[in-house]
């Protein structure tokens, strides 16, 4: 069965599994990364996830890598652009990848065009279908972090200036739509708030946020503004960095490729909020791979699953390394949950509230 779609806006469908590329570059290969690629596109997978920073864990010998890579394989392929969404990420405020336009130390209106020009020319394409913003420009708790502490706000570029510059180039057509990333019910409500009285800005129809069976957070607040504003939740880490398939709890602790592994201590944002230490993280990951034995479904079905039944999931962002991955996410995407089992899993959420966040 093919992956079914959802119309993201009036002119933009797009398929409810979204390729992550955060690996081709670094875990992948380019002949890897392009067996991936085939094997989505062949399942029916138009919608293609990236940013300026990837591959992951970020460096400066490969900044850039999934983005070039996704270039040449449609261009290997001859892949028709229409054929194909591709979504991409201006990186964020940081003081550690000076190699990314010094920083960036801030996400104004020249971080902004000077970010989607490279992109399109990694990408080799002329425009790109859902620019986002991959986090605020400004003091949130992220990866992990839950409480915001007012301490630590910085000064950040006005939400009026990234606006107009994405209008700017909404305009030229080198982007068709906006969307933001890591963001919270506050960012997501003054973009809206500032959109309103800024003539022909283009408005936000996307926030990509992290939501799995370890992490509902967005359910606690984003959600109510999503749904009275239609806006559409991108899922990213449906599998929480595939620790919902067991694999780290397994003898041995799985394979020495895992991503948690093969990276160990060089990829703290994932650390961070995947601690495998952490014995309510355990504990939930059990039981949910228990509910998923006692229906008959595999642990990586019960997740994607569970996912996608969310109402106001337009796509769930799903990575891979192998193609066989790739093709279990894609039979998971058929997999309907009875009310039953969604009892249960709300059972387990009410013992093990959010031990991602």
């Known amino acids: 069965m093919a992956v079914p779609m959802f119309l993201l806006a009036p002119d933009l469908s797009v398929s409810r599994l979204c390729f992550g590329t955060m690996t081709l570059g670094e875990q992948n290969t380019v002949p890897q990364s392009f067996r991936l690629l085939d094997a989505a596109f062949e399942a029916g997978i138009n919608f293609l996830d990236s940013a300026e920073m990837y591959p992951v864990p970020q460096r400066r010998e490969t900044q850039g890598r999934s983005e070039e890579y996704i270039g040449r394989w449609m261009r290997a392929r001859n892949v028709p652009r229409d054929r194909i969404v591709l979504a991409t990420k201006v990186t964020g405020p940081s003081g550690q990848m000076t190699w990314i336009r010094g920083g960036p130390k801030s996400l104004d209106a020249n971080n902004i065009l000077e970010a989607i020009n490279d992109s399109l020319l990694r990408l080799s394409t002329d ?135 093969l990276f160990q201590g060089r990829y703290s944002e994932g650390e961070s909020r995947y601690n495998l230490s952490n014995v309510t993280l355990k504990a939930a990951v059990e039981d949910y791979i228990n509910i998923a034995r006692k229906f008959g479904l595999s642990p990586a079905s019960l997740a994607i699953a569970f996912v996608l039944i969310h109402p106001l999931v337009a796509s769930a962002v799903f990575g891979a390394t192998k193609v066989w991955q790739l093709r279990e996410v894609v039979e998971a995407c058929n997999v309907h949950l009875s009310s039953e089992m969604t009892a249960e899993i709300n059972k387990v959420h009410a013992r093990y509230p959010n031990p991602c966040p």
């Open 127 to 261: 425009y790109i279908d859902l620019y986002q913003i991959h986090w605020p420009d400004r003091y949130v708790p992220m990866f992990g972090e839950t409480d915001y502490d007012p301490r630590q706000q910085y000064g950040s570029v006005a939400i009026e200036e990234q606006l107009d510059a994405l209008g700017k180039a909404v305009d030229s057509g080198k982007i068709r739509y906006i969307g933001l990333s890591n963001e919270t019910p506050y960012g997501v409500m003054k973009f809206l708030h500032i959109s309103n009285y800024i003539q022909s800005s283009p408005k936000i129809i996307t926030v990509q946020n992290s939501y799995n069976l370890l992490c509902r957070n967005f359910d606690c607040g984003l959600a109510e503004c999503c749904h009275h504003e239609s806006i559409s939740l991108l899922a990213y880490s449906p599998m929480a960095m595939g620790i919902l398939s067991g694999k780290y709890f397994s003898a041995g602790g799985g394979p020495s490729d895992a991503r948690m592994n």
